[in-house]
């Protein structure tokens, strides 16, 4: 079956019987900290979680109740309401059941400063100021921001050959402590595509690893990832080509934003590494390239040092030969099997001051494939995160 | 049996038979940058090498010679030899081939720039200005020196209770591309010990991993890291118990220099893990803490963030609960098993400004232990390897 992919107004309040927005708590000095997506049906609701052993407290609530339907989730920003023991749960439970409304299985999910208790006087009083019928995209994306300096959405209407269509939405925030080897950051995805549970389950998973468990921005790996896939169904159409299509789509998308938005970056690099013995000594290596410092700050100071890249592949411990490797910056080829080809590295120069670009590394080992990635680390990396605590 | 470790003079040189220098070959643009160990009767040597896949054509020319026994060695900084495949090694044997004086089982060592071809139309002249008998152990430190801003080197008497003695001395150089998981940087130990092979091996990989793999600068592994122990056996004297003792201090007190000389690094920060579930895991978990962008940014703003502190050692995937973790700057604690003390922030804070000091964390599993180093990162890390290609 063929299909399109066309704009969608209002996001993830876009899709039928979805509604979101966002309020102030007074956690943030000034600006939105509180989010909450609704929907007036039930949403069944699949999740992927961090990796990181210390889960934060929603994510240990989320669990603990097994909750796989619901029709509301408040997000707060600021407050990671992580390291918070039972007493963290606690928190949740009791500002969940200060709701003035009636809503299924509520749940929370947090981000900002780990080990801190959340301030609960601050977002029970502010619970009455959601309005559950609120179509406010912005306020959502912009509530659920930390380092973030923009909000990450992409919205859809999935529309199949025979007329019939469903819609898809998504919003992520991050931009530090971001992780290629592990789960992600937050990300939140609605539809009403009739799309069964164990479809959503297969999709979330078989996309996360070429999608947000691809990006890194400092290697760290945070206490509170987490990507939501939630559906109501409402559209009644489903067709499991078009919807991975999209859901696929809607994941890299927001993936990349991340990346582009890590904390102090002005480039966004892919690491394309071919010919590895396989996909997983591909990974090995292309994650090691987006958590390499040497490169980050070389990516950062424009300088094509290639070196440094091979020895990054090196210190992954794939298995690699300096008469095979390749490396190429485009379509720019600066070490060449065993040869190093300084003459080409002013035109690598050129393509380095662009703020999209891809570093192809060819192992000529065996066929392993992956493409990773990452950020340049600069000056503002540091200021960011020695200055503030976010 | 007792024994006493005195201070010995001339470094390297002071041991018994050996001599060292060096010259300028212009590599730099001025200052030493061509270096040589020489003993008047021939040195038995053993070495450790870089786990990087790419080995640098000096470690390559090693091995292929299997050289255990030698009487010189020419060490060039400015540029690591690395990446130059057979025509790197080639350069190496021209160079050796050129020396004007007669030497047993000549090698070298290379630190600098990956990539790019060794300049042996400067070096090959500049081996003419070598004067063997030198005893300048300060111009061999300088002339291994890149992004180091001190030389670091060691020097002890062992004497032992009977009144014999024997000598061992290092020097070392390493600022940056300091990875704890693998090798080290380069390292030169002269002893006139009596030590046999056997336990010249045995003394180096045993205590390598307590010393120059615990340490961390930026999480990155070089081509070209090297440790060499070198004895001549002049004193005809051994014990293997002082020895030892000798050996690790040696290693341990360079390796900690090399951490603080870290490349914009203003403090020296001890991670000791204890409570893991085995050594391997504390190992873990403890470089993990010293390879964290977000931990060193936040010793760097010297702020008590132990929150990363926690969410690192969970991302590092050790066994680890909330209900059992401990986590103290000196004797300030933080977070006791699933407390969190904010009250003792400004304590810890206070700590911090110190330029040197040891957290600790208890993880509450098992028995494993293990003390890594490492440094902070600021906006000077960036200079130096954004601005120069080192």
Known sequence: MSFMLLPLEDGIAGVKGFYCGGVKAGLKKDGYDLGFIYSDTPFEVVAL?????FQAAPIKHFQRHQITHSNFLLVNSKNANAMTAEAGIKDIEDILSSLPFEVKNPFMSSTGVIGERLPKEKIIPALKKIKLK?????KFALSILTTDTFPKKIAFEVKLEDGRSFNIAGVAKGAGMINPSLATM????????AVPRSDMEEGLKKFVDRTFNAISVDGDTSTN????LLTNRKSKVYDKEAFEFALLKVMHYLALLIVKDG??????????????KDENEAKRAAKALTNSLLVKTALFGEDPNWGRIASTIGA????????????????????DRGKILSQNEEDARKIMQREEFTIYCDLGVGKGRFKAYGCDLGYEYVKINAEYRS
């Open 186 to 193: 937050l990300a939140f995805i609605t539809t009403d595509a």
């Open 263 to 276: 904390e102090g970056a002005t480039k966004l690099v892919g690491f394309e590494v071919s010919g590895a």
């Open 134 to 138: 609120s179509k406010d995209e912005e």
């Open 49 to 53: 979680f961090t990796q990181n052993r």
């Open 225 to 228: 990832d987490s990507v939501f």
């Open 316 to 335: 992954s411990g794939v298995e690699a030969y300096e008469e095979r490797l390749r490396i190429a910056f485009e379509d720019v080829v600066l070490f």
